[in-house]
């Protein structure tokens, strides 16, 4: 894309003919301090920490408890400050209950390649110590040795869900002994050589992945996925049949769902958040004339933003459609987005976010894109009665944008 460029707000419009947004009245907005509050209490942030087992973790596995004796604990250690102090404070909350315990759903994957076990377990409290416990976990029928691989010193990759208190957990089990596994465990080993439990971030588990990628058929091959299931919970096709041919057939289960459904609400939010302050910063140097953040107003409005750059030009309405994948993601479109975007009486530009992260997002334009999709319109339209589509897919390259980049984030941005 060539060298970056930092420039002003006022000589990035004037470079970009930015877009001749039209008004009448007053602006209407919240300040960029209020926003960046907002945006960072708002950020979904995967609960995720690490593991290395130990003889007495093991004592979880039926196998591990009648053949290598390492006491009666039967669960899995949860250091508190990784479970507690980092992952849900509210547990360390004062309890009426004498041994506070919560019923969860468990995922287990792996070692090696194998596929999702699922089970009900509880985590509780007992004297000081939070456990995984439960019925001893036996080898499943398919699998009669599966759990027998591991030993002291393997890892256990703990991913929960719930938000003020833990109410399903994926975990990834990590075998030294395992040829799938061997690599990353010696990645794992080098990174993580001091401590029992850690809490991580989706950087740090990437960052171990991107050093020892895993084989296709791994449970982690499909850390890299966000996109495909961003596509998917927004209901799209495309995503759905790619993330079923890398799958082979497994699927997404409820927990990896909910959790994609979550961070693509986020995304969506964080997008206008961006857009929000963009604008804000786009009126305080007087580039244009008002806005208001519609969507913030009326969840069910067809835009998200109405813009006037003078009071005597028309005004304009914008959509945000946000991903934290690439810009050639699918563009998701309701039919009331098509409608309004067809007969105005407004042009009605999208402003496509992308690379989206808690600091800083790419975004580009594409201005009055009505003209673009009145033949899709007239296919809807022309469905028998009774037959309603409520939303499409688009190429984002079959849209008019823009060719400049912009990079959003603090208070300037970039034009690539």
């Known amino acids: ?14 470079r970009m003919n930015m877009i001749s947004l039209s008004t009448a009245s007053t602006a209407t907005t919240g300040s960029p301090v209020s926003i960046q509050k907002r945006h960072q209490e708002g950020a979904v942030s995967r609960k995720i920490a690490l593991k290395r087992l130990t003889a007495s973790d093991l004592t979880l ?45 468990l995922y287990l994957q792996g070692p090696g390649l194998h596929a999702i076990d699922n089970l009900q377990r509880k985590i509780l409290k007992q004297q000081k110590n939070w456990r995984l416990n439960g019925e001893l976990i036996d080898n499943p029928v398919d699998a009669p040795d599966r759990y027998n691989t591991l030993q002291p010193g393997d890892y256990a990759l703990l991913e929960f869900s719930g938000e003020r208190v833990p109410e399903a957990c994926s975990i990834t089990l990590i075998a030294a002994a395992d040829q799938a596994d061997a690599i990353l465990h010696q990645e794992l080993s080098r990174r993580y050589a001091v401590g029992s439990m850690w809490s991580m971030r989706e950087e740090d588990v990437s960052a171990v992945l991107k ?68 604008f804000q910063q786009l009126l305080d140097l007087g580039q244009i004339h008002s806005f208001e953040w519609t969507s913030s107003l009326n969840a069910i409005s067809p835009y998200d933003f109405r813009v006037e750059i003078s009071s005597q030009s028309q005004a304009r309405v914008v959509d945000a459609k946000s991903t934290r994948g690439d810009f050639s993601n699918p563009i998701h479109m309701s039919y009331g987005e098509i409608l309004r975007a067809v007969h105005g009486p407004e ?64 208070s300037y941005f970039t034009l690539k």
């Open 1 to 14: 894309m060539g060298q970056s460029l930092r420039v002003s707000m006022v000589q990035a419009c004037t």
């Open 61 to 105: 596995f039926k196998w591990h408890y009648q053949n290598r004796p390492a006491g009666k604990q039967k669960a899995f250690n949860l250091d508190a400050r990784v479970l507690v102090s980092a992952l849900y404070p509210a547990l360390g909350e004062p309890s009426s209950i004498p041994i506070p315990r919560y019923q969860i759903d």
């Open 211 to 278: 050093a020892a990628p895993p084989q296709l058929g791994h449970p982690l091959s499909e850390w890299f996925e966000s996109a495909a299931l961003e596509d998917v919970v927004l209901g799209g096709a495309i995503g759905i049949d790619a993330v079923n041919r890398r799958r082979a057939g497994r699927g997404v289960t409820p927990v990896e769902f909910m959790r994609s459904k979550q961070a693509a609400e986020q995304t969506g939010v964080s997008g206008e958040e961006f857009l929000n302050q963009y």
């Open 347 to 410: 042009p009605y530009d999208i402003f496509r976010i992308y690379f989206l992260n808690e600091n800083t997002a790419r975004m580009r334009l594409a201005k009055n894109i009505g003209i673009h999709l009145r033949a899709i319109l007239g296919v809807v339209d022309s469905l028998p009665g009774g037959v309603t589509l409520d939303s499409i897919s688009i190429r984002p390259d079959l849209l008019p944008f823009e060719g400049d980049e912009i990079i959003l984030g603090g």
